[in-house]
């Protein structure tokens, strides 16, 4: 720190200091101090000035190219993002919480953004395979902090043995240099393990052959016997510990003894070759005999720091610095009762572990629609484990089975009416071909891989697709009996591309690819919106597939439920136009076990079939009433019904009101009843305050759709509402914020949410409902566009592929509004109102979804309704509260909130 009579340096000195230190052009040093100074005008950086520098540093140095001998131009000024943040003090985690901000507030270009989000998981994979590297090499070698500190040597000193401490930093040194050349291996998380092993493999049996005994760890089970006997003497080939390190290990034999044999040792004696390394070449030993193990070490980090600066950007050795903990993320302190290295490794691992959770980079968070049948994973399984465990499973899951027809499949195709065996055997040749091109094809996006990688994921999901297939044509033909030909279905092209694409991801994924979903549909052309529709009947048709599989399955349909379904381009718009563009309601698509306390917002839950609807229940308990029902036939929705389109005017179950104005007829003997009024009878009673209540009594059909059938209650509800003497009842209604006016502290979103408002007061300034206090329909507001005729009847018919679409987006965003109320600890009752919020807009004004987010109208209704509520709720809730608990959500990304969509004509 300065003294008292020493100034603090400013920051544009400090800043000139970093740049002079990294030998920083002129250019990128004056446009990263310009956009500094721009970012300060606009926005609060909170924190040092000199780590927001860094990154705008690093972007202008990202921009530039610099000339070098032989290699043409390399990005980056030759300053790697090691040595900037080491400059700047600020670690890789800090990095990249703050890069993104930056990225937000300077509106970066998407290239960039993806370039961060490869850099983050680039680093996230190597702090997970380092974390398998320790313990793997202990198992090997002995301790290197057993290693007794060495006095410096001088030049003409003779050379020193080398220890465990030095050879844990030449082989991860090693193995970060071949990863790095080898960008088809380290695309996989799977494939940069194996090739782990096969570095330690190496070390292990040069150690062997060079009779280094004080190197070696005696209690390793796969040491040759004798080994611990004096007159033991050192083999002239090293043996293969494969096998053994897979065992112990969580590793593949067959994928690791692969990457040795067709990766690893032809990379080796590539090195051997150019004189990068020296020793024996015909048996890969001799890297850590007295005259070459330091001059191999000296070369290979040699050789990686020339890749670093033209080709890599941050520096893996960074795990090796006495500083790591410092380098890699903000230290805090440790436990109480723990000190030393001890402390300072477990402080280190849970920040990592934190940032991990946070970016969900390798183990994405269980989606909240899931967390009632997966549970979080064990926090002791590592991403490495968990992607080996994957793939092992599908394996043995696939084990015997061939990438074509089983006999079985063979036979239900021959008894269609048509034999659908040749179109299907062509697509999925052609769709093979087209994905080996694109896995192959290096992009801005990926490295790209090798073809045999890519043939090997491809044979995986073809046996996948036949055996899923075959599954699904058995459950379609039990279910139908025999009264639909199979044909149907088999010949619709979209349904057999989705699986084939489905097949593909779980490949993918099981393998930790960094091509991460929407890649592959993006390669087949398929939308989002029908892809989606495959998913349920692959997971239903397969009971075989890993929790992870499954969760996987679950956040790709969440992303496309929440947003891109919704593009203008996709074919959802033409499927809701050929249904007259009417959206069915929550009551509408909702199935009865989805229904809790009389609404529809709560997580899916098992009942009894058909369940009594709780809140009619409730009604008859508290008022004695007796209930009728009637039941109809509701059929469930197969793969055939999924990819096929409703007819127009056809969707889900026939539209209903709560409440209308025609006297309800005999509901008991009519399938479906509309409720209506028929009795109000107004009893006035007074209170200790001098306050009245108001009772008034409405009798109501209500209609619930079950899985066997439609149930119709009929019930007397007691309307309650307290009023001041003198004062005449007044009528529940949704009000809204007056056209025009300014929602304040809302920014972007918070103007959506005034559209949100401003919207339904347009469609339907008028629209009041008098309700039961406390029940379900406390706060429904009758949709505008629904028919009021007298008698009107309509036909339960099937719920259609796009009735099921907006029962899921319901059931989604039910489950995240619930989940927001309760950290905003809003009340049922405004919960409710929020829920009808959100209900009605999607409803009345499903444009509003158009190349949007439903995360971004689930906010506007909570914002909407508190702000209109507060003067009797007492529960204001400002935009900053509703994105703080929002972040907290498993899904949660910024660009939700900070890049929202706005009409050119208006805020919308």
Request: hydrophobic share 35%.
């Amino acid at each position: 720190m300065a003294g008292p009579d020493e100034e603090t340096p400013s920051t544009e000195q400090r800043y000139q200091d970093l740049c002079m230190d990294l030998n920083m052009d002129k250019i990128a040093t004056e446009e990263a101090w310009q956009s500094f100074e721009k970012m300060s005008t606009n926005y609060t950086l909170e924190g040092d000035d000199l780590h927001w520098l860094a990154c705008a540093l690093y972007v202008a140095c990202r921009k530039s190219l610099t000339p070098t001998v032989g290699r043409g131009t390399v990005e980056g000024n030759c300053v790697s993002l090691t040595r900037l943040l080491r400059s700047a003090k600020l670690s890789l985690i800090q990095f990249f919480n703050k890069m993104k901000k930056w990225a937000d507030m300077a509106s970066l270009p998407q290239d960039f953004r993806d370039k961060v989000d490869r850099l983050e998981r680039n680093f996230a994979v190597s702090t997970v395979i380092f974390k398998k590297f320790e313990p793997i090499f202990l198992d090997l070698f002995r301790n290197p902090g057993d290693d007794q500190p060495r006095a410096p040597r001088g030049r003409k000193q003779r050379r020193l043995p080398c220890t465990s401490s030095d050879v844990f930093s030449f082989c991860w040194t090693l193995f970060v240099q071949v990863k790095g050349n080898f960008p088809a291996i380290s695309d996989d998380l799977v494939n940069s393990y194996h090739l782990l092993l096969c570095c330690l493999d190496l070390f292990f049996g040069n150690a062997l052959c060079a009779g280094r005994k004080d190197l070696l760890n005696t209690e390793f089970p796969a040491l040759p016997e004798g080994f611990t006997n004096r007159d033991w003497r050192s083999p002239s080939e090293p043996p293969c510990i494969i096998d053994k390190l897979c065992e112990l290990h969580d590793g593949l034999v067959l994928e690791a003894k692969g990457i040795k044999e067709h990766w690893w040792k032809p990379y080796i004696k590539k090195l051997f070759d150019k004189k990068t390394i020296k020793g024996r070449q015909e048996t890969l030993t001799g890297l850590l005999d007295l005259a070459t193990f330091e001059i191999n070490n000296k070369s290979i980090n040699k050789e990686y720091e020339e890749w670093v600066l033209t080709v890599g950007d941050f520096d893996e050795r960074i795990f090796l610095g006495e500083d790591a903990d410092v380098e890699i993320g903000t230290p805090a302190k440790p436990a109480p009762n723990i000190t030393g290295e001890l402390g300072e490794r477990m402080v280190q691992s849970s920040h990592l572990k934190q940032h991990m959770a946070e970016t969900k980079s390798l183990a994405p968070s269980t989606p909240l629609t899931g967390r009632r049948y997966l549970k979080e994973k064990d926090p002791t399984v590592t991403p490495v484990s968990t992607a080996t465990q994957s793939v092992s499973r599908l394996q043995a899951l696939l084990a015997g089975l061939k990438t074509s027809p089983s006999d079985n499949l063979t036979k239900l195709f021959s008894e269609c009416s048509r034999n659908p065996q040749e179109s299907i055997s062509s697509r999925i040749k052609e769709m093979g071909e087209q994905f080996c091109t694109s896995y192959t094809q290096p992009s801005e996006d990926h490295p790209g891989s090798h073809i045999e990688f890519a043939q090997k994921r491809l044979r995986l999901a073809e046996t996948l697709y036949y055996k899923v297939l075959e599954n699904v044509m058995l459950q379609e033909k039990k279910r139908l009996k025999g009264k639909l030909d199979l044909v149907s279905l088999m010949e619709q092209d979209v349904f057999h591309r989705s699986l084939m694409a489905c097949c593909l991801e779980i490949i993918i994924f099981s393998y930790n690819s960094q091509r991460t979903f929407p890649w592959i549909i993006d390669v087949f052309g398929l939308s989002p919106y029908h892809f989606y529709k495959v998913i349920e009947v692959l997971i239903r048709a397969e009971d075989g597939l890993s929790r992870d599989v499954v969760k996987h399955l679950n956040f790709i349909e969440e992303q496309i439920l929440e947003s891109l379904a919704w593009k203008s381009e996709s074919p959802l718009w033409e499927a809701m136009k050929m249904n007259e563009n009417a959206v069915p309601s929550c009551e509408e698509v909702t199935l009865p076990s989805q229904l809790e306390n009389g609404h529809s917002n709560t997580a899916v839950r098992m009942g009894q079939s058909p369940p009594v609807h709780p809140q009619v229940r409730r009604i008859a308990r508290d008022t004695g009433v007796m209930l009728k029902k009637v039941e109809s036939p509701l059929s469930p929705l197969s793969a055939h019904d999924r990819f096929s389109s409703p007819a127009a005017g056809s969707l889900g179950t026939a539209k209903r009101r709560l409440f209308s104005n025609d006297q309800t007829n005999n509901a008991a003997t009519t399938t479906s009843a509309q409720s209506q009024p028929a009795t109000v009878q107004v009893v006035t009673t007074a209170t200790d305050q001098g306050v009245q209540q108001t009772i008034t009594q409405q009798t109501v059909a209500i209609p619930i759709p079950s899985g066997s059938g439609t149930i119709t209650y009929l019930a007397t509800l007691p309307i309650v509402q307290q009023v001041q003497p003198g004062q005449q009842p007044q009528q529940i209604q949704l009000q809204a914020v007056p056209h025009g006016q300014q929602v304040p502290g809302a920014g972007v979103l918070g103007a959506m949410a005034q559209a949100v408002a401003t919207g339904q007061q347009q469609a339907a300034p008028s629209q009041t409902a008098t309700v039961p206090h406390g029940t379900a329909a406390a706060t429904a507001a009758p949709a505008s566009g629904e028919k009021a005729a007298a008698g009107e009847q309509h036909p339960h018919k099937r719920i259609g592929s796009l009735g099921l679409f907006f029962r899921k987006v319901y059931h989604l965003a039910s489950v995240r509004l619930r989940d927001l109320c309760e950290k905003l600890e809003v009340g049922d009752e405004l919960r409710r109102k929020m829920w009808t919020c959100f209900t009605h807009t999607l409803k009345e004004h499903v444009e509003l979804m158009r190349d949007r987010h439903l995360d971004q109208i689930v906010m506007c209704s909570i914002y909407v309704m508190a702000k209109v509520s507060a003067n009797v709720t007492q529960h204001d809730k400002s935009f900053q509260d509703i994105m703080k608990c929002y972040r907290t959500q498993p899904q949660a990304s910024s660009h939700v909130y900070r890049s929202v969509l706005l009409h050119p004509a208006g805020l919308l």
